[in-house]
């Protein structure tokens, strides 16, 4: 089966500028998590969604924000990026969270 | 709270000899214990995972993992590592908001 595809794989933005990331998860997968991947902060949660709704939530600030769509897409949103910004983003998708979860090979953003 | 603490950020090891990785988790509830590999520019993948019952795991490419609950410990073992092990290990751990923590990850360096 396919497994969690993220767009775009490689991303270059200027300061100021906002981003849309997007993620689809493994059909029948209803649960999306995002997370931020920096070699200083290491793997950092961003959000999960689930049925569309959001579930959790880390400690970013609103510039970002998510949202999942009825057929369990997800889309991240980052407003005025900052160079600080620049990292690994990697979503995941699951059943639950006891089954572990399923990553995509992430979409990396570079802020200049 | 739920934390993992892995305590080696780089572990070196020459091909066909054991590696073990550590990792130490602090919970006051069930625990859910999980690996997870990332090979270089790609998302992590599940190694395996701890939920209950026998407390040595297999996971996949060959490697163990055996959960210590006297010692807080979950650490990841492989009798003979190959050159293509080389990757970041990390250790998880699900918290109360069902929400999965990662450690900092160990570099795992394969010398010839």
């Known amino acids: 089966k396919a497994g969690v595809t993220q767009t775009p794989r490689y991303l270059i933005k200027t300061r100021g500028q906002q981003v849309t990331l997007s993620c689809s998860p493994i059909s029948g997968h209803r649960s999306v998590s995002w997370y931020q991947q920096t070699p200083g902060q290491g793997l950092q949660f961003l959000f999960e969604y689930f049925s569309e709704t959001q579930r959790n939530k880390g400690n970013f600030p609103g510039r970002f924000s998510g949202r999942q769509f009825s057929n369990s897409r997800s889309e991240m949103n980052v407003s005025t990026l900052e160079l600080g910004d620049s990292a690994l983003y990697l979503c995941?998708?699951?059943?639950?969270?006891?089954?572990?979860?399923?990553f995509g090979s992430g979409t990396r953003l570079t802020v200049v | 709270a739920q934390s993992v603490t892995q305590l080696d950020s780089q572990v070196p090891v020459f091909e066909e000899a054991p590696v073990e990785l550590r990792c130490n988790y602090s919970s006051s509830v069930s625990v859910y214990l999980f690996w997870y590999v990332q090979y270089p520019n790609q998302g992590l993948q599940l190694l395996l995972k701890?939920?209950?019952?026998?407390?040595l795991v297999k996971g996949i490419n060959g490697f163990e993992a055996e959960f210590n609950k006297s010692q807080t410990s979950f650490h990841l073992r492989k009798p003979s590592v190959h050159i293509s092990d080389t990757a970041e290990y990390f250790c998880a751990v699900i918290n109360r908001d069902d929400k999965i923590i990662f450690g900092k990850g160990t570099r795992l360096h394969i010398l010839p």
């Open positions: 701890y939920l209950s019952g026998s407390t």
């Open positions: 995941a998708s699951s059943l639950g969270v006891m089954d572990g979860y399923t």
